[in-house]
């Protein structure tokens, strides 16, 4: 990908976050919902380093990871209106999502359970031989949990092709990661379990591409997991209604002149200016799109509901 097209991916999530938020507060999202608005940059490069057939899992923020692996989006926004859509018919709303179709496993709200998750669908890659690989995103706070160390364990002792992608935006929800641990970078703990780790600048998705590739090379080689840790800041709180004021003051407003879309357009000359202008008003025009197709959506027939439930 090139750097409009970067861009738009891009501007995609960061607009249908905005637009999420805008209707949250209209009272149309049911619900809490967990945005991603600074961190789009790992997604799309973690996303161009991935072919058709290889897993994705994510947290509960995981909106862009479903944009970047290419779900729906008039769907999404149906689905997190509560309405039948084409993705989970209503029944995941905002932090459930998944897509088997798009290869995306999906999120769940249990801290750190991805990996688990992912693990399985890195053992299924490597029983079938598939080729496949199993890329998990977490945040930072997921390291500290227990079946995450297990089941990394579990995939560097039988070699598995995961890739683990730690969003490390600075705070564990409320708590400043760096008042939790001892460790420098979350990436040191990769040697405890004998396998590459690296930290990258999480906003700019070329290196994270670039990382993410070298990862999935290794492990599509037969030669394990790797961990891949992604610098960033979000930029906006840790759910819906999270007013921060546990951040220090300016911490935000500076966080916004580093962001992936701040520093393209800080580099941009005139005539590169003017195409991402060109790009942010299509990109507006196909989120209001979007949502005004998920509106048309009926909302489920309540005598489906008992459907897709195991007991």
């Not at 394990?224 to 999270?242: F, K, N």
């Not at 002149?257 to 005539?271: F, G, M, Q, T, V």
């Amino acid at each position: 990908m090139g750097l409009p097209d970067d861009y738009r991916a891009m501007a995609r999530i960061r607009r249908f976050e905005e637009r999420l938020a805008a209707l949250k507060d209209d009272g149309e999202i049911p619900g809490s919902i967990h945005l991603c608005n600074g961190q789009e940059a790992i997604p799309v490069g973690a996303a161009r380093a991935l072919r058709d057939g290889d897993h994705v899992t994510a947290t509960y923020r995981g909106h862009g990871w479903a944009l970047a692996r290419g779900v729906d989006m008039t769907g999404l926004f149906a689905e997190m209106m509560g309405r039948d859509s084409s993705v989970n018919g209503g029944r995941s709303a905002s932090p459930y999502l998944s897509d088997p179709g798009r290869w995306f496993v999906g999120e769940n709200s249990i801290v750190g359970a991805g990996v688990p998750i992912a693990t399985g669908a890195a053992l299924t890659a490597q029983r079938t031989g598939s080729g496949a690989v199993s890329v998990v995103s977490i945040g930072d706070g997921a390291m500290n949990q227990g079946n995450v160390h297990e089941a990394i364990n579990l995939a560097a002792v039988l070699d598995l092709p995961l890739v683990l992608v730690v969003e490390n935006n600075v705070y564990s929800e409320m708590s400043r990661i760096s008042d939790m641990v001892r460790v420098r970078q979350l990436a040191e703990r990769a040697a405890g379990y004998g396998i590459p780790g690296r930290v990258v600048d999480g906003n700019d998705p070329d290196t994270v591409a670039e990382a993410v590739a070298e990862a999935v090379t290794r492990a599509r080689e037969g030669a394990g997991p790797s961990i891949v840790e992604a610098m960033t800041e979000r930029l906006v709180g840790h759910y819906s209604g999270d007013v921060q004021h546990y951040r220090p003051a300016g911490e935000i407003a500076a966080a916004r002149e580093r962001e992936p879309l701040a520093r393209i357009r800080a580099a941009a000359d005139a005539e590169l200016t003017a195409r991402l202008d060109a790009v942010d008003a299509e990109v507006a025009a196909e989120v209001e799109a979007a949502v005004t197709a998920a509106r048309e959506v009926p909302y489920p027939d309540p005598a489906t509901a008992k459907e897709h439930v195991y007991v």
